[in-house]
């Protein structure tokens, strides 16, 4: 089951906050977010397991809600090096399969 | 540390034609994975690898894709004949341990297949 990231496109300026949300309808055990920029790898940005905890990396943080299935990364007073494509993954319980969301692409300008 | 090797980084075919990609993940990662990525689309898991053997192999056209991984470390991914829509990135990741849950992927830098 395929996670479902909003929204699939933002436009910042650099020192805005973002909030990329990802959710399942399926029961989950963890939640991956990785980065990729164009003609890259994606890079492993944090994973949070279940039991709502939070977690942050530098200027960018995260929440997982258990209960409702959603998973928040907060970007925080971003900076050019913050425009990518934000994909969300998820291990749904009982599972061991990664699944990709299809992506939300941040564009940071000057 | 080496991160994930892949090669080749492009290739062009046509289609009916086979093609391979090779894959060597980083030292002591037991677990291996090839995903495929559409262009505008997040990656798709085809295959994952315990050591040399096969834990998901569900979402892999099994008509015309196959992969190995012998001896457990480095891996080839084959299709055999391609079509159009095989057009994609090709991706390995490695990780530590088997459970994606507590650990984060390390992915190469993908081979990017062109079937004309």
């Known amino acids: 089951q395929q996670p479902v990231q909003s929204p699939q496109a933002v436009i910042l300026r650099e020192g805005e906050d973002a909030v990329i949300n990802c959710s399942s309808s399926?029961?989950?055990?963890?939640v991956h977010w990785y980065r990729q920029k164009h003609g890259e790898a994606p890079i492993f940005l944090m994973i949070?397991?279940?039991?709502?905890e939070q977690k942050g990396h530098d200027k960018i943080s995260a929440s997982f809600n258990e209960k409702k299935q959603q998973s928040s990364l907060y970007l925080t007073a971003s900076q050019l090096s913050y425009s990518g494509t934000y994909f969300c993954?998820?291990?749904?319980?009982?599972?061991?399969?990664?699944?990709f969301g299809k992506g939300t692409k941040l564009t940071v300008n000057p | 540390e080496a991160g994930v090797a892949q090669s080749p980084r492009y290739k062009i075919i046509e289609k009916r034609q086979s093609v391979a990609f090779w894959c060597n993940p980083i030292?002591?990662?037991?677990?291996l994975y090839w995903y495929q990525q559409i262009l505008g689309q997040g990656p798709k898991l085809l295959i994952q690898?315990?050591?040399?053997?096969?834990?998901?192999d569900s979402q892999l056209p099994k008509d015309r894709f196959s992969a190995e991984r012998l001896k457990g470390v480095d891996s080839t991914l084959k299709i055999q004949p391609a079509k159009l829509e095989d057009s994609a990135v090709y991706l390995c990741?490695?990780?530590?341990?088997?459970?994606?849950?507590?650990?984060?992927?390390?992915f190469g830098s993908g081979t990017r297949l062109t079937v004309v």
């Open positions: 990741a490695s990780s530590l341990v088997r459970q994606g849950a507590y650990y984060g992927y390390t």
């Open positions: 399926k029961a989950l055990y963890s």
């Open positions: 949070l397991l279940k039991g709502g």
């Open positions: 993954g998820t291990v749904q319980g009982g599972s061991e399969k990664l699944v």
């Open positions: 030292s002591g990662h037991a677990t």
């Open positions: 690898f315990q050591n040399n053997g096969v834990v998901d």
